[in-house]
Nanobody, 128 residues
């Protein structure tokens, strides 16, 4: 079982940057494949980025954030990160981290139903 808590959201101007963190409890974080999703009011949950378990060899991004966002993990700190640069008003949403056990070390997951662990989310608001 893994519990996830996001932090780092806030209000930022267009073109600004934020770094989100997702702190995980438990001793199995390293074997957990992780992902970031976001959900704006009235919209479905949207995939943002994913990283494979263990060393995070594989990462994958949605087209809407590719080149602007970077997902990373620090297993020693049991923490997942999302660095967000060149933020746009359309990036405004609640950002949630998600995890699932995976022992491959190279597979990533993009569907919300593929994840079993979820955080509560952190609000990101980008003003124009």
């Amino acid at each position: 079982q893994v519990q996830l808590v996001e932090s780092g959201g806030g209000l930022v101007q267009t073109g600004g940057s934020l770094r989100l963190s997702c702190a995980a409890s438990g001793r199995t974080f390293s074997s957990t494949a992780m992902g970031w999703f976001r959900q704006a009011p009235g919209k479905e949950r949207e995939f943002v980025a994913a990283i494979s378990s263990y060393t995070g060899t594989t990462t994958y991004y949605s087209n809407s954030v590719k080149g602007r966002f970077t997902i990373s993990r620090d297993n020693a700190k049991n923490t997942l990160y999302l660095r967000m640069n060149s933020l746009k008003p359309e990036d405004t949403a609640v950002y949630l981290c998600a995890g699932r056990q995976d022992f491959s070390g190279y597979i990533y997951f993009t569907g919300p139903t593929e994840y079993g662990y979820w955080g509560q989310g952190t609000q990101v608001t980008v003003s124009s």
